[in-house]
């Protein structure tokens, strides 16, 4: 199987430059007084900034991922890419989709396009199936989805908790850890009837 390797970001780019505004002093005058600190963000740092980007990954010419974000600050160093309001869709090798990720922030590993996703994480499935977390990582190598936060997930009438999990991008096989609740069970009480495929 052939993994293309070209990845395809679309936006407006933004060279990273940091500009520092300095205030002219009058002739003759030191400059007196405690200085404020400056405070670094991810736009001063950045080397690239780009605003409503996409970026693509194939696999023999069939879409597996689309990452889309509103900004997203890259380093070239170290080949990460920092992003703010992502949602990520996932395929199957059919090019159907099988699930998607929204959160507030992220950070994409651009040497092997694994990815952290933090705050407010909300993963769906097409036929119905939610899963909500604080955090959540992909692994590409693995094709794996885990946290170690607690997380919730919703089918039906079928409800689940519990403080970690590990699964397929499709959500089809979960194994979590310290699971509780079940059908219409009640949170924090443990409940056998029902567990997540894989489980």
């Not at 293309?4 to 430059?17: D, I, S």
């Not at 590993?109 to 604080?134: C, K, Q, Y």
């Amino acid at each position: 199987m052939r993994v293309n390797r070209w990845r395809r970001w679309v936006g407006t780019l933004y060279p990273g430059v940091l500009v520092l505004g300095i205030a002219a002093l009058p002739s003759g005058c030191a400059q007196e007084g405690a200085q404020p600190t400056r405070t670094l963000t991810a736009a001063d740092t950045a080397d690239q900034i780009l605003h409503k980007m996409v970026h693509l990954v194939t696999t023999d010419g069939v879409l597996r991922t689309r990452v889309m974000a509103d900004t997203a600050y890259l380093y070239d160093v170290s080949q990460l890419v920092r992003l703010k309001v992502v949602k990520v869709t996932f395929f199957d090798e059919n090019g159907r989709e099988t699930s998607t990720v929204v959160a507030d922030s992220g950070l994409y590993h651009m040497n092997d396009g694994s990815m952290d996703a933090w705050g407010h994480v909300f993963a769906t499935t097409p036929d119905g199936r939610r899963l909500r977390s604080s955090e959540l990582r992909y692994d590409v190598a693995a094709n794996q989805i885990s946290s170690s936060r607690e997380f919730t997930y919703d089918r039906g009438d079928q409800h689940l908790e519990g403080n970690g999990f590990t699964s397929d991008p499709d959500f089809r096989n979960v194994s979590t850890q310290q699971p509780r609740g079940g059908p219409g069970g009640e949170a924090g009480k443990p409940d056998p009837g029902f567990l997540l495929p894989g489980q």
